[in-house]
């Protein structure tokens, strides 16, 4: 079964400066789509990045880039120019393109953003 | 474009009573998931409907029945709640099973 592990419960970083949340998930398969999604204390879950793993270009929108590391199975957010807005928990998943019906969670980092 | 919408945002119940909860996305998406969310546990899947008239038990489904009414609503019911039903429920949906699901605000249930 897959498995999806965020190490670092809580994160800090001070405004406009970058930081890093990491993932591990483990997996036999070879094709998977992983992601990264916010919720702010509005409880919302938003989206943040998508990577596919046949593609070996890491996916980048705007201040979110993805570090993704297919042999480790490692797949780390990296959030530049950080903004107090950023403040959230953030969660890792997988989702498999052969049981295609579950998304994957990891337990979370709570980032914390100080002016 | 409302999304997916969750009714109702908050909810006590008393153990043992029964509640509905709904859930309505106006994306003309396929597949919608019903994922409950406890503090350090992530979100883990209850059930799941890949298309209308299918509905099929994810992680944790036991004590949740679901319905996928039509293409638009999909609900999750809870027959005889439970305390360790307490959680926060969020409702999804995707164009299919490989895409990107797309979340409601949640539904933060208390069972006392």
């Known amino acids: 079964a897959q498995t999806v592990t965020q190490s670092q419960p809580e994160m800090s970083v001070q405004e406009a400066e970058t930081v890093t949340l990491s993932c591990t998930y483990d997996t036999s398969e070879s094709d998977y789509y992983l992601f990264w999604y916010k919720q702010p204390p509005s409880r919302q879950m938003i989206l943040v990045i998508r990577?596919?793993?046949?593609?070996?270009q890491n996916a980048t929108e705007n201040r979110f880039s993805v570090n993704f590391q297919k042999a480790a199975k490692s797949f780390s957010l990296k959030i530049s120019d950080s903004q107090l807005g950023d403040a959230a928990m953030y969660f890792c998943?997988?989702?498999?393109?052969?049981?295609?019906?579950?998304?994957?969670f990891g337990t979370g980092t709570r980032l914390q953003v100080f002016p | 474009n409302a999304g997916v919408t969750q009714t109702p945002k908050f909810q006590v119940l008393k153990t043992g009573q029964s509640m509905t909860l709904q859930c309505a996305q106006d994306?003309?998406?396929?597949?919608m998931y019903w994922y409950r969310q406890d503090p350090g546990m992530g979100l883990r899947l209850i059930y799941y409907s890949a298309s209308e008239g299918t509905t099929d038990k994810g992680e944790v489904p036991n004590g949740y029945n679901v319905s996928r009414l039509n293409k638009r609503e999909f609900s999750l019911r809870l027959e005889s709640a439970a305390p360790s039903q307490t959680s926060v429920y969020f409702c999804a949906s995707s164009v299919g099973t490989v895409s990107t699901a797309f979340f409601g605000q949640g539904t933060r249930l208390t069972v006392v």
């Open positions: 994306m003309n998406h396929n597949s």
């Open positions: 990577q596919e793993a046949y593609k070996q």
């Open positions: 998943a997988y989702r498999s393109t052969y049981n295609t019906d579950k998304l994957i």
